[in-house]
């Protein structure tokens, strides 16, 4: 692991137990060990990251199951690395990814979904917290789907192998984007709220917002609309949610 010595190294390495692997990128050395003592004791194996220098190239030989990154780390950017790894395709880019960060201002957490986060874990935290958020991203990101294919317009959203397709080209999502777009578009031309699709896509409504709903949907208009600014697909229902609609 680059920035890390011998010493510091050894002191992170992880025992081999757990089936779950977590990568914690975190340069303070004591909320680094304090995150991995509960981690493990959760039964999740854990690597430990000091820097942003490989993380990218160790996870696409071994992917581990979910990301856990400080946003201000020496040598990079915990957003930027986000970023990276949401563009470094399938299957890496559908990796889960939890912000664990002291950026408390609600532009950061916004941004922090934006770039493709799962999560975003202001400091302090309770480390019992952090292992339950920890595990409710991954029930949402994990929990099957019914293996079902929808076709709508220039989509194709099959739920059996997680995949989207756009106009004939493979596009990648998070977990949480497929769940949503899947979710809307086996209820097409109903109205959700956005309390109710929190309830049946986020599930634990705890830690998250009306407002990360506006946001995931931002970005899969982004993903699957010829204009994201005039929608075809997910459509505001202004003053109440949204609708998924196929076009005629």
Request: aromatic share 6%.
């Amino acid at each position: 692991m680059v920035g890390e010595g011998p010493k510091l190294r050894d002191a992170l390495e992880p025992n081999m137990n757990g089936s779950q692997k977590i990568f914690l990128v975190e340069d303070d050395l004591d909320i680094s060990r304090l995150v991995r003592h509960h981690l493990e004791a959760a039964g999740f194996r854990v690597r430990s990251y000091s820097s942003s220098a490989s993380v990218i190239s160790d996870a696409q030989k071994e992917r581990p199951t979910l990301m856990l990154l400080d946003i201000m780390i020496p040598g990079g950017d915990g957003m930027e690395l986000c970023r990276q790894i949401r563009q470094s395709g399938a299957p890496l880019a559908g990796t889960p990814i939890v912000f664990l960060t002291a950026k408390t201002a609600e532009a950061d957490r916004i941004m922090g979904l934006e770039l493709g986060g799962d999560d975003y874990i202001t400091k302090p935290f309770s480390p019992r917290e952090l292992v339950a958020r920890v595990k409710a991203v991954l029930r949402r990101c994990e929990g099957p789907l019914a293996p079902t294919s929808i076709n709508a317009g220039d989509l194709v959203i099959d739920a059996g192998a997680m995949t989207l397709s756009v106009r004939g080209e493979t596009v990648t999502t998070t977990a949480t984007e497929f769940r949503l777009l899947h979710y809307l578009a086996q209820h097409a031309g109903r109205v959700f709220t956005r309390d109710q699709i929190l309830d049946a896509v986020w599930r634990e409504t705890t830690y998250v917002s009306p407002r990360s709903v506006d946001v995931y949907v931002r970005k899969l208009r982004e993903k699957i609309e010829h204009d994201p600014e005039r929608p075809r697909y997910l459509k505001t229902v202004r003053g109440t949610g949204y609708r998924f609609e196929v076009p005629k």
